[in-house]
Nanobody, 128 residues
Framework: QVQLVESGGGSVQAGGSLRLSCAFS??????MGWFRQAPGEEREGVAA???????RYADSVKGRFTISKDNTKKTLYLQMNNLKAEDTAIYYC????????????????????????WGQGTQVTVSS
């Protein structure tokens, strides 16, 4: 049984920082990612880390967000710096099949439809 539990969301002023954590129970090789969904919007990929450590970021967060994974602690992180009002959303942790860097070579990934396991989400609110 795969379980993903996010924590670390909250309210912060623009320019501030938050670190999201996702405790996961998956075993084996997975691609793991962070997605977000704002009211009235589709769920979008924010960052992902493939089973070999390859990372991928949405252009909107590149240079501000950092994804990392501690396999010993079985925890996925998303360090978010210089937050903006448009970062306000519910953030979800997800796990999917490994090798997306190869599957989508030259194309955008992560794609929500490829991820089969999801956490419950954590709210991030950035006030300007």
């Amino acid at each position: 049984q795969v379980q993903l539990v996010e924590s670390g969301g909250g309210s912060v002023q623009a320019g501030g920082s938050l670190r999201l954590s996702c405790a996961f129970s998956v075993n084996g090789r997975y691609c793991m990612g962070w997605f977000r969904q704002a009211p009235g919007e589709e769920r979008e990929g924010v960052a992902a880390i493939d089973d070999d450590g390859t990372t991928r970021y949405a252009d909107s967060v590149k240079g501000r967000f950092t994804i990392s994974k501690d396999n010993t602690k079985k925890t996925l992180y998303l360090q978010m710096n210089n937050l903006k009002a448009e970062d306000t959303a519910i953030y979800y942790c997800a796990a999917g099949p490994p090798g997306m860097r190869t599957t989508y070579s030259g194309s955008w990934w992560p794609r929500a439809a490829d991820f089969g396991y999801w956490g419950q989400g954590t709210q991030v609110t950035v006030s300007s």
